[in-house]
Structures are given as structure tokens and as C-alpha cells.
């Protein structure tokens, strides 16, 4: 059997990623999940300086999901190289480092930093991070933007890079054909959607910053279709996500055309989401007589 | 360390403590670790649920294993746990948090404040820090506790052990008003405190510790959603660089809940 794919040249031991954000860099969910047993870790966004975030409250629960609007606090990337790469050095899984930035400049200085980083296996580019102002999101929401600043960090980056889209968008075929053109290495989908949420007994917005980006179960199908519809626009590897919470949902998004699948919000419900998928789809593949977990990409019609 | 686990605790009993107040126990094998001041992420069974309510650990039982939650229904989640009978099960994630160091009452006296649902933590603490032998055993355990009103809450198992002074904003019992005027109107004497309840509460006890020249140790409560330091979401402002993102927020679920009032940027 087996459940190993490729993006881009890089060899996953399984499709079975965790979703930037929800994991940190591993440390805190080490306690719980054994890494060596994940596709690859995908840490939390890092910027070329340390970024303070938003006020609290960060975080919401609604239906069958929740809402976060931390804005990507993260320590920039002098600590997370010493820090976080060096912790990560002890484990057999790939990393994918998240990478965010309020100008184009700044996501070329993160990505230069970490050209020579061997540990660094791909690179994730955040522009879709729907709770800061300023850049970000500016450029996962209109094609040309997209464009431009996917082709200038092609210009520089030594590891592969996977552009992480927003579902906030009219067309994902279209953002899909733009980080394609511009030669993105991959894609991921979807981030978070746009969501409120207003506490009525205090008449007040349950976030500090009003909006917050919707994860969890509830975003699941429109994540899927999301992933269908890139999946038959572009012909570059996708890491699907959006509210993935056993191995049946990935199985789903693999079907809708997903190379990988990477695990979010689930994690806060239960820190050992990561590995019960990764032992759920061998049990899938046995129960089925999957050979190669390959067989199943994109297979829906 | 301890090791944080998510497992099943079998509810040993639950019961009505105040309005709106419930008195649980857990038996759970996280008791052998749980210190005071310390929480766990309690799981409704709701499916369109999808984080644990952080509570706050009220009392440690070793010998039974057992560890005893007070909390108060908030909503929905917390709700469903009034409905859980002996013998019942329900998934928690802990044990979480840092708790209160009462390593620094040792010689002291030691005053113990909590307001509202921030009493209960306090209950073990002063259980604690009374059963302390030398030499860090303090010289004198006050606990001085503030209610809306006569529904004055776990006030009698805090007698057990310490000199207990109460507040209640409509003054049916003790001094009418908060923690802070029950101090002074009781004479309370402190070189150490340990304290938990609503922010307003915390500031006022962080301005009088500084004018006093009194040790202050605070307990906070935030929004979360992982409870372990992954998400981020529930920080607070920091006087000092914090260790994890170098921005001056510290992060309440595992560098806290208890701070130094001193870090804290309130």
C-alpha cells in the first residue's frame, strides 16, 4: 500500500498535513500527535519582523465551526529560524513554512532569509489572511496582484512555492490560473471565509476586530468545491483544506482532485485529529483495495 | 511538567452550588498532577460544538483521584454539563496552565482574593498553602472573597483553612462593596496575594498591591480555543517581551493563567 504522494518534487510520507495556524511550529501538539507520522508540518505565518497581532478577544465559536481574527502575531523570522526550524531538525516530516507580509518586499526578505535553510522544504506563501489590514489579502484577491507577486517570489525562492488562496473571492478557477501562470509550484485552498458574529446580550462584536476568518466543519463543502473547481482549471499540485475533521473528509477532498490535505480548526477540538486521519485512510485503502492513494486523486466525475 | 492528555473523567457527583452555580467532580487520573491555579478544557457532546470551555480546577482530591469543578452556565456548553449524572462520562483536555506559585507565600502572610466565579481556584490554593509545612509554610492564610449577595458560595469550606472576610456589592453579609474594601475595612493584613475574578477586580488589586508594596499574583480569564499555545487567541499585554512571540503577549492558556501583576499590562 501506498500513501505517499509529491509536490513539486518534494516526497510526502502521507498526504496528511496540518493547516497553517492551528499547529504552531508542532511544539505545543507534540505532547499529543507523534510528527514523525504526519506528511509534513505546515507552521504557523512568519513575517520578516515580529508582528503583535490584534486585541482580544481573538477567537469565537459558532455553529459547527468557529472564528479567529489573531492576525498573524508571530515572532518574525530571526526567532522562528533559531527556534522553530531547530526544533523541527529532530523530526522526520517535511515543513512548510507559512510565510506573510504586509508588502511585497516584505514576503521577498522572509523568503531570501530562508533560501538556505535545509530544513525548509517548501514554502507556503499567505495571501489570503482575511484579519490584516493592510497587504495580505490585498494581494489573494485580484488576478494581476496575484500575478505579480507570486512571479517576483518565484524570482527568489530556492524551495517550492504553494500559494495559499482565499475562498473570498468571485472565481478560484480564475486566482487558481493566475498563481499557476506565474508559476506557483502549487496551490492550497481554501483559507478562512470572511464571517461576524455579534453577542446580543452585550450588543457588542463577539471579536475585537469585528471580522474574523470562518473555519471548522461548517466551511467543509464549500472548501470541496472550491478544491473541484481549481482542481479543473489549473494542473499544478493542490493542498486542499477547510474544515477537515476525520479521514473521510480528506478522502473527500483527494477525490475532489487534492494531492494533500492539511488538517485546521480540528486540532483545537482534538489534538489528535492529524494521526487519527493519517491511520484512517490506510484503513480506508484497506477496506477498499486501494493500492496508491494516488489512484484516488480527482477520481469523482 | 505535567503531560497534557484528552481523556475520559467519570463523574463522581454534580450538584447545585448558587444560582446558576455548579458543583462537579471528575474522577481523572490528571488529579495526581493538578496543581492550583491550574484549568481544563471541559468538551460539550454537542457536535455543532467545537472547543473546550476552559474551567478553572476548584479542588484536588488525590486519594480518590478526583478533581472538583465550580463553574458557572454561560451558555450552551456549559448548559449541557448541569445534565451530566454520576456514573456519566465527559471528555476533558488538561491538565492546562500554570497555576498560582506558592512557593512565594513561604514565611508570608498570605491573602487569597477571588471575586465572583473567580473564588473557586482559590479553594485549593488556600487548601495548599495551609497544609504547607516548613520551610514553606506561610505565617498567616487570609482569604477574602467578594459575591453579588448572600449567596456567598464555598465561603465556609474556605474557613477550613484560613480567616475568611467576605464582600457583597448589596452588603448582606461582610462589607458592603468589593475585595479591595473588605481589605481595608477588615484590616487584612498581606505581603502576598493571590487573586482571581473579573478584570476590574484585578486592576484594582494590582494598584493596591503597588501602593502597599504587596507581591501580587493574578489569575486570567480569555477567550480560547486550543488551551496548549498553538492558536494565539487568548493573550495578554505583557510588560516584558514575552518568550514565545517577542511582542509583549504572553499567551493565557500556558504562560498564564497566573501572571506576575507586575508583567501584566493591564
Known amino acids: ?301 | 511538567m505535567s503531560v497534557k492528555m484528552k481523556k475520559e473523567a467519570k463523574v463522581l457527583s454534580q450538584g447545585l452550588l448558587a444560582e446558576g452555580i455548579y458543583d462537579l467532580w471528575l474522577e481523572t487520573e490528571i488529579a495526581k498532577d493538578a496543581c492550583p491555579g491550574q484549568f481544563v478544557g471541559v468538551y460539550p457532546t454537542n457536535k455543532a460544538t467545537l472547543l473546550p470551555r476552559p474551567i478553572s480546577i476548584c479542588e484536588v482530591d488525590r486519594e480518590r483521584s478526583a478533581i472538583r469543578l465550580v463553574y458557572r452556565v454561560v451558555g450552551s456548553g456549559t448548559a449541557e454539563f448541569t445534565l451530566y449524572q454520576p456514573g456519566d462520562y465527559m471528555t476533558i483536555l488538561g491538565v492546562l496552565g500554570n497555576g498560582f506559585p506558592l512557593v512565594a507565600a513561604a514565611g508570608k502572610k498570605v491573602v487569597v482574593m477571588g471575586g465572583g466565579i473567580g473564588v473557586p481556584p482559590l479553594l485549593e490554593t488556600a487548601k495548599r498553602l495551609s497544609e504547607a509545612d516548613t520551610p514553606v509554610k506561610p505565617v498567616l492564610v487570609s482569604a477574602v472573597m467578594g459575591y453579588r449577595n448572600s449567596d456567598t458560595f464555598l465561603s465556609e469550606e474556605f474557613s477550613l483553612y484560613s480567616q475568611i472576610h467576605i464582600a457583597t456589592e448589596d452588603g448582606s453579609v461582610g462589607t458592603k462593596g468589593n475585595v479591595i474594601d473588605a481589605m481595608r475595612e477588615q484590616n487584612v493584613e498581606a505581603d502576598v496575594i493571590f487573586a482571581c475574578g473579573p478584570m476590574p477586580m484585578l486592576r484594582a488589586i494590582k494598584e493596591y498591591a503597588q501602593a502597599k508594596g504587596i507581591k501580587a499574583y493574578l489569575s486570567l480569564e480569555e477567550r480560547m480555543a486550543c488551551g496548549v499555545g498553538a492558536c494565539l487567541g487568548c493573550i495578554c499585554k505583557t510588560t516584558r517581551e514575552d518568550h514565545h512571540s517577542h511582542v509583549n503577549n504572553a499567551r493565557i492558556c500556558t504562560d498564564g493563567p497566573v501572571f506576575d501583576a507586575e508583567d501584566l499590562d493591564m
Open chain 1, 1 to 301: 500500500m501506498n500513501t505517499q504522494v509529491e509536490i513539486a518534487g518534494v516526497k510526502f510520507k502521507n498526504p496528511v498535513m496540518t493547516a497553517s495556524g492551528t499547529f504552531g511550529s508542532g511544539m505545543e501538539y507534540a505532547d499529543f500527535v507523534d510528527l514523525n507520522k504526519l506528511g509534513a508540518v505546515v507552521t504557523k505565518g512568519v513575517a520578516n519582523v515580529p508582528w503583535p497581532g490584534n486585541p482580544v478577544p481573538r477567537v469565537a465559536e459558532v455553529y459547527g465551526g468557529m472564528l479567529n481574527a489573531i492576525g498573524l502575531q508571530n515572532p518574525g523570522v530571526e526567532v522562528f529560524a533559531d527556534r522553530d526550524l531547530k526544533f523541527l531538525e529532530k523530526y522526520d516530516t517535511k515543513v512548510i513554512v507559512n510565510v506573510c507580509g504586509k508588502s511585497v518586499e516584505d514576503y521577498l526578505e522572509v523568503v531570501e532569509r530562508l533560501a538556505d535553510e535545509e530544513r525548509v522544504d517548501m514554502l507556503e506563501i499567505n495571501v489570503s489572511c482575511p484579519n490584516v489590514k493592510e497587504g495580505a489579502i490585498a494581494f489573494g484577491q485580484k488576478s494581476a496582484a496575484l500575478f505579480d507577486i507570486t512571479s517576483r517570489i518565484k524570482e527568489v525562492a530556492r524551495q517550492p512555492i504553494i500559494m495559499k488562496l482565499s475562498p473570498n473571492v468571485t472565481s478560484i478557477s480564475e486566482m487558481a490560473k493566475a498563481a499557476e501562470a506565474a508559476g506557483a509550484d502549487a496551490i492550497s485552498l481554501i483559507n478562512t471565509i470572511t464571517g461576524m458574529k455579534i453577542d446580543i446580550h452585550k450588543r457588542k462584536f463577539a471579536l475585537a476586530n469585528k471580522t474574523g476568518g470562518l473555519s471548522g466543519p461548517a466551511i467543509k463543502p464549500v472548501a470541496v468545491r472550491m478544491v473541484y473547481e481549481a482542481a479543473h482549471a489549473v494542473n499544478i499540485p493542490i493542498i486542499g483544506m477547510g474544515g477537515i475533521a476525520n479521514a473521510e473528509d480528506a478522502i473527500e477532498f483527494i477525490m475532489a482532485g487534492a494531492t494533500a490535505v492539511a488538517v485546521g480548526a480540528m486540532n483545537f477540538h482534538d489534538p489528535y485529529t492529524t494521526e487519527k486521519v493519517v491511520k484512517g485512510i490506510e484503513e480506508y485503502m484497506i477496506r477498499y483495495g486501494v493500492e496508491d492513494i494516488n489512484e484516488l486523486r480527482g477520481i469523482v466525475e
